[in-house]
């Protein structure tokens, strides 16, 4: 760290040239937030600013160093000019020594979100992207393909109008039109893929004036988390947990590192993805036989009884060999096992966005007994609930 005249040790002075108006960017600053508490403190400038908004540094700034969204050539010539270490954390630009790069696993959040749909029987998997004037390669339709290719699933990608593409916004409300008429003809079930929240809602809107079914005909997942567009919706909106705070911790110590004179890494240092946060959207089967997706919907709308398979069997009218059967069959596990996993899903959630305590969450999601909850949780997600829980809260950091 440097220091003052005095020998005093300088506070940093950083430049946060990031957009607020997303939950992503803000969970990133809240990692930088988390790294400069850390280290006594950082001076940072800030300003709100919107999705649209061109990032720039004022002029009379002067500080050591810059954590920015590089997507303006302008933003990159002025922080060239300033000559500091710069740590950029958007998909918009290539790793470069002079600008690395800290962000979310691009190819991982793309295999993830892809597998939530394969586990669940869909054969067809749809993908709408950025908008083509937005500056994202196909990284991340080339993940959601190697695994769509190496499971035989067909993947669907939706195809912009960019002569009708808005370049002032996302570009999907200028595509309404197109996107629903893709949506009618895509073959159902269906698990649609979406490169952010706001597209996923986008894609809700279309589905309900077009009197298609959501989760069960088009199911929804988010690249995107944003808690604020997942409550706007018809249907929360499942998503993923690309890390933010994570990104925006390693950044500002990237940062730090690079102030003190060591040179940056020759490799973008990637953030996996933490998980799914399974919501309403996504809550539905691509399975084709009819006694497993009915009994997968039993399983789904009752999780929260202390259901037994005895109970599917009563409610679908079937035996017991003939339900493990197709399970084996089409599944290639249990039903046992899916209603477990279907219950312990829905126990993440909740541990990660309420403070119900934890027997009552174990009531909640079906176990008679909090202990069988507890042990039951620890085989499955490799963790016991009340550490998962400090992990994996929003407010609280994971390094």
Same mark, same amino acid.
């Given at each position: 760290m440097s220091t003052s005249l005095l020998g005093v040790p300088?506070?940093?002075?950083?430049?946060?040239?990031?957009?607020?108006?997303?939950?992503?960017?803000?969970e990133v600053l809240r990692g930088v937030a988390d790294y400069a508490g850390e280290q006594g403190g950082w001076d940072c400038f800030i300003e709100p600013h919107g999705f649209w908004e061109t990032l720039q540094l004022p002029r009379d700034w002067k500080g050591h160093g810059v954590i920015g969204r590089l997507t303006s050539p302008g933003?990159?010539?002025?922080?060239?000019?300033?000559?500091?270490?710069?740590?950029?954390?958007?998909?918009?630009?290539?790793?470069?020594r002079r600008y690395p790069n800290v962000v979310s696993d691009q190819r991982a959040c793309g295999h993830m979100a892809t597998q939530h749909f394969l586990d669940r029987g869909f054969r067809n998997i749809a993908y709408i992207g950025a908008a083509p004037h937005m500056p994202y390669g196909t990284e991340m339709e080339d993940a959601i393909r190697e695994k769509t290719d190496a499971d035989e699933a067909q993947l669907h990608v939706f195809a912009y109008d /960019?002569?009708?593409? !808005?370049?002032?916004?996302?570009?999907?409300r200028s595509n309404e039109h197109l996107l629903r008429q893709w949506l009618l003809e895509l073959p159902k079930p269906v698990g649609v893929i979406t490169w952010s929240?706001?597209?996923?809602?986008?894609?809700?809107?279309?589905?309900?004036?077009?009197?298609?079914?959501?989760? !069960?005909?088009?199911?929804?997942?988010?690249?995107?988390?944003?808690?604020?567009?997942?409550?706007?919706?018809?249907?929360?909106?499942?998503?993923?947990?690309?890390?933010?705070?994570?990104?925006?911790?390693?950044?500002?110590?990237?940062? !730090?590192r690079m102030i003190q004179g060591e040179p940056a890494p020759e490799q973008p240092i990637e953030i996996p993805p933490r998980g799914v946060l399974a919501r309403r959207s996504?809550?539905?089967?691509?399975?084709?036989?009819?006694?497993?997706?009915?009994?997968? /919907?039993?399983?789904?709308?009752?999780?929260?009884?202390?259901?037994?398979?005895? !109970?599917?069997?009563?409610?679908?009218n079937?035996?017991?060999r003939v339900l493990e059967n197709r399970f084996e069959r089409f599944v290639g596990r249990s039903p046992a096992v899916i209603l477990r996993r279907v219950r312990l899903e829905r126990a993440a959630v909740l541990l990660r966005d309420t403070e119900l305590a934890i027997p009552e969450i174990a009531y909640r999601?079906?176990?008679?007994?909090?202990?069988?909850?507890?042990?039951?949780?620890?085989?499955?997600?490799g963790d016991v609930p009340s550490h998962f829980r400090r992990q994996n809260r929003q407010d609280n950091y994971l390094r």
């Open positions: 300088a506070r940093r002075s950083v430049a946060l040239v990031v957009q607020t108006a997303t939950e992503w960017s803000r933003l990159v010539r002025s922080i060239a000019r300033r000559k500091i270490p710069c740590v950029n954390v958007s998909w918009a630009r290539q790793h470069s /960019k002569e009708e593409t !808005d370049p002032r916004e996302h570009g999907i929240a706001m597209v996923g809602r986008a894609v809700m809107t279309q589905c309900a004036n077009a009197t298609i079914e959501v989760p !069960d005909d088009v199911a929804i997942l988010c690249i995107e988390d944003d808690a604020l567009m997942s409550a706007l919706a018809p249907v929360e909106l499942s998503s993923l947990d690309q890390g933010g705070r994570t990104v925006g911790y390693r950044a500002a110590e990237l940062l !730090d996504s809550d539905a089967t691509g399975f084709q036989d009819e006694v497993v997706a009915e009994a997968i /919907k039993y399983i789904r709308e009752n999780a929260e009884q202390p259901i037994r398979i005895h !109970d599917l069997e009563v409610a679908l079937v035996s017991r999601c079906g176990f008679n007994h909090t202990e069988s909850f507890i042990r039951s949780f620890k085989r499955t997600m």
